[in-house]
């Protein structure tokens, strides 16, 4: 998208800021402090360097994730907890290759794959993102109303409508830097999950078994959770609100050489292994917390995220509750606005709108952006007041989301390996091979899940 020489600091406000951010950023992941530096100004200059894999990480973690997690904790019980591990690796690797992809090219992944692959597979792309992106939204909004019934009382269809309005307004007048920090601080709220493991008694030396050496019947329900989890964990969303965060904060100070764009890299790297090692940690404990308490319950049938922090309270006490439920609506917070926002980069580049969350609507700017980001937080909105049941609904779109994501991953890989696109960035041989094999995986498991329908 062509940019006057104003547009950077227009959309932004302080580029000096955002370039002592990168510079912060590149030292870190070189390595290059200066000398006396003390390791708590490391730790802070590591901390700011987080940005889009941390957000992304910590929104994978959103409403509709936690009722999937906990459904698997509390029908397998630790034997479900291998999932998680053998995902991190390679959800990162995607990640990597989603960030990589809008950093090189400054673009968006619908941008790119708009310049490389015919009209019909962008368009089918794009579309099963909006609808997916839509149905998360609503999922995510009547869990957080249901959640936040549970602990003040009132109305669990009024929350949704505050919840979906906040989400919007935050998205159209906070600022761009402030809203991102904003999110940066929501993520501290799923070390609730981490929490809640800790409040009950646990033989860590029979954790680390059943999650190395799980004892698992292979039958249809099983496939079912192993897919809902992944696609839970590896969500088409994730891809494109990465690529595009990255565009964003490439905009201020675009690179000028080789050795810069490298220098980023390593810094996207960073930020993106522990951006996903975050999540899992917290997927983990989610699947963890329910499986010692309500699996050992004999509490299996757990349909949504709100019935499992109600059934938390006589299992594990009154906090382990309240930290469970009031996750679940600051993580929806969270997660709302990376749906909405994801899916409004993705038509906006198909459309060639001008595109970012550091447009200001007051000033006549990013209107049909905006409109794609109120259409699809208020049209999941909408779909909370149907005759539809909020308890599958929650893991359906988990199912959705893994077996679309096969198609979009497949079409990043093609993307990121095309050097007419990348030039001399083009993903490297590990990359690739933990890329495909994550794709081949989805692609297994949804298979798989398939064949035991019909068989």
């Known amino acids: 998208m062509p940019q006057s020489p104003q547009e950077p600091e227009r959309r932004h406000g302080d580029p000096r800021r955002a370039r002592r951010l990168a510079r912060l950023r590149g030292a870190h992941v070189e390595g290059r402090f200066a000398p006396g530096v003390s390791w708590l100004q490391r730790l802070r200059q590591a901390v700011r360097s987080l940005g889009p894999g941390l957000i992304t990480g910590a929104a994978d973690d959103d409403p509709s994730g936690i009722a999937t997690y906990s459904q698997a904790g509390a029908r397998f019980g630790l034997s479900i907890l291998w999932t998680v591990v053998l995902t991190l690796p390679l959800m990162a690797a995607i990640q990597m290759v989603s960030a990589r992809i809008g950093y090189v090219t400054g673009r968006g992944l619908a941008a790119n794959i708009k310049r490389a692959f015919p009209q019909p597979v962008l368009l089918a792309v794009v579309g099963l993102l909006v609808v997916a992106n839509t149905l998360n939204i609503a999922a995510d909004l009547a869990a957080m109303g249901a959640a936040m019934t549970l602990v003040a009382g009132g109305s669990a269809h009024l929350y949704a409508v505050a919840f979906a309005l906040g989400s919007v307004l935050m998205q159209v007048f906070i600022p761009y830097q402030r809203y991102v920090a ?11 999950y981490v929490a809640v493991a800790f409040m009950v008694r646990l033989d860590w030396a029979e954790v680390l078994a059943r999650t190395v050496a799980p004892q698992l019947k292979l039958d249809a329900d099983l496939l079912l959770m192993v897919v809902a989890v992944l696609g839970t964990t590896i969500s088409p969303y994730l891809f494109f609100w990465q690529a595009a965060q990255e565009v964003e904060d490439r905009q201020p100070a675009p690179p000028r050489s080789h050795a810069e764009v490298r220098r980023h890299l390593r810094a996207i790297r960073w930020d993106t292994v522990v951006g996903m090692g975050f999540s899992n940690t917290v997927a983990y404990f989610i699947i963890l917390a329910t499986a010692v308490t309500l699996h050992a319950a004999g509490l299996t049938d757990i349909q949504t995220s709100a019935q499992a922090a109600q059934a938390l309270r006589p299992v594990a006490g009154e906090w382990a509750f309240a930290l469970f439920a009031l996750g679940i609506v600051t993580t929806g917070l969270l997660a709302v606005p990376v749906l909405a926002g994801s899916a409004a980069y993705a038509v906006a580049e198909v459309a060639g709108w001008e595109g970012s969350l550091a447009l200001r609507l007051e000033r006549g700017q990013g209107r049909p952006f905006y409109a794609v980001i109120a259409a699809a937080t208020l049209g999941g909105l909408v779909l909370c007041f149907a005759p539809m049941d909020p308890v599958r609904e ?45 794709t081949g995986l989805m692609g297994l498991a949804v298979l798989a899940l398939g064949v035991s329908f019909f068989s």
């Open 182 to 192: 904003i999110l940066k601080w929501l993520t501290l709220s799923l070390l609730a």
């Open 394 to 438: 929650l893991f359906w779109v988990a199912v959705l989301n893994g077996v679309i994501s096969v198609p979009i991953m497949a079409v990043m890989m093609g993307v990121a390996s095309r050097r007419a696109v990348m030039g001399e960035h083009v993903i490297g041989p590990g990359l690739r091979w933990l890329g495909w094999l994550a």
